[in-house]
């Protein structure tokens, strides 16, 4: 790897800026493909570079063969550099004390979002991120994109509407809550007041996770968890 | 994972030590780590990262001190079907091919 592009893309993921490296596994050259430029010691074809920018949106690392040199042999592959995972939860409350650490174990991010100062505390939530601001303000301000999930757990209307409003409407992959069914209905009646759409309601996971039968706070943050993986991974269950 | 990898190399580049960066690019069947999996090596040994569960490591080693020789970056395949991919121990029954490149 030649400094120049070591430099450029340790730069990038510094910046949080999504990249692809690819590789021509014949002669080592490499170029680096960004969402709306490249750089570096070859050119792509425009199909070409559109799987590249496709495997970089799905965050999918893998070979590609050229289609315009199949016949040489000429091999590629892509490396997907995004930025990280993130799952912000709302409440800091004791299934949250559970879902942090796994989540990070994950592969995630996380940052708490709790008014209430005396939840989001470091000692009660070591090493995390944590936000004291009202929910929807601290969402608005952590520009939610497509590799972040969101979790309310406060069951407090006051704190779980508002932040699902921000979240309904932003490009998280997962928006989940916690609740049971009775508590999920009157709280989709409550969003539909506010001018939430059916479409915009039915992303809510909720009952939240998956139905594994969890009863802990602990068994309860893995069913999120498997169910949040289970959504970033396509798979049927979720 | 693999930012930490990258960073790890890259400073060991700018301490003046030789280094290589082996990166999974293509698994078979049951592979303990997935594509785009890393491990960077210097020339006193030091490492970080994984290619597989452990089992192919020394191997990948071997190369990449060849590819700090020469700075050319080698391709390596492990696989059941192949007795000295047996030998060193990739018990799991599946297939890896291993890229491994100098950092200049």
Not at chain 1, 14 to 29: E, I, M, S
Not at chain 1, 181 to 203: C, S, Y
């Amino acid at each position: 790897m030649k400094r120049d592009i070591t430099e450029r893309l340790l730069a990038a993921r510094k910046a949080g800026r999504p990249v692809a490296l690819v590789t021509d596994l014949g002669t080592g050259l490499q170029t680096l493909v960004y969402e709306d430029a490249i750089h570096g010691g070859f050119g792509l074809e425009d199909d070409l570079l559109e799987e590249v920018r496709e495997r970089l949106r799905q965050d999918r690392s893998g070979l590609v063969s050229d289609l315009e040199d199949e016949e040489d042999g000429v091999q590629l592959f892509v490396q997907t550099h995004n930025p990280p995972l993130r799952l912000l939860v709302v409440g800091a409350v004791h299934i949250a004390q559970a879902l942090a650490p796994l989540a990070a174990l994950t592969g995630y991010a996380v940052t708490v979002i709790d008014p209430r100062g005396s939840f989001a505390t470091e000692s009660r939530f070591p090493g995390v991120a944590l936000h004291d601001s009202w929910p929807d303000e601290a969402l608005s301000a952590l520009t939610i994109d497509n590799r972040t999930a969101v979790v309310t757990l406060t069951h407090d209307p006051k704190l779980d509407d508002p932040a699902l409003l921000v979240a309904l409407r932003s490009p998280a992959f997962y928006v989940g809550s916690l609740g049971s069914k009775r508590t999920h209905a009157k709280r989709l009646e409550r969003l539909k007041e506010q001018g939430v759409t059916d479409a915009e309601l039915a992303r809510i996971h909720a009952p939240v996770g998956l139905d594994i039968g969890a009863v802990t706070p602990a068994e309860i943050a893995l069913s999120v968890m498997a169910q949040i993986t289970a959504v970033r991974r396509k798979a049927g269950a979720a | 994972m693999k930012d930490d990898i990258l960073e790890q190399a890259a400073v060991w580049r700018a301490e003046g030590r030789k280094v290589a960066l082996a990166t999974v690019v293509a698994t078979w069947g049951s592979s303990p780590r997935p594509v785009g999996s890393q491990m960077a090596v210097d020339d006193a040994g030091s490492m970080i990262g994984s290619v597989s569960g452990g089992c192919i490591e020394g191997a990948v080693v071997h190369e990449a001190r060849k590819t700090m020789e020469d700075g050319e970056p080698r391709m390596i395949s492990f696989g059941v079907s192949n007795e000295m991919a047996w030998e060193v121990g990739l018990a799991c029954g599946g297939r890896v091919q291993v890229y491994v490149e100098a950092v200049e």
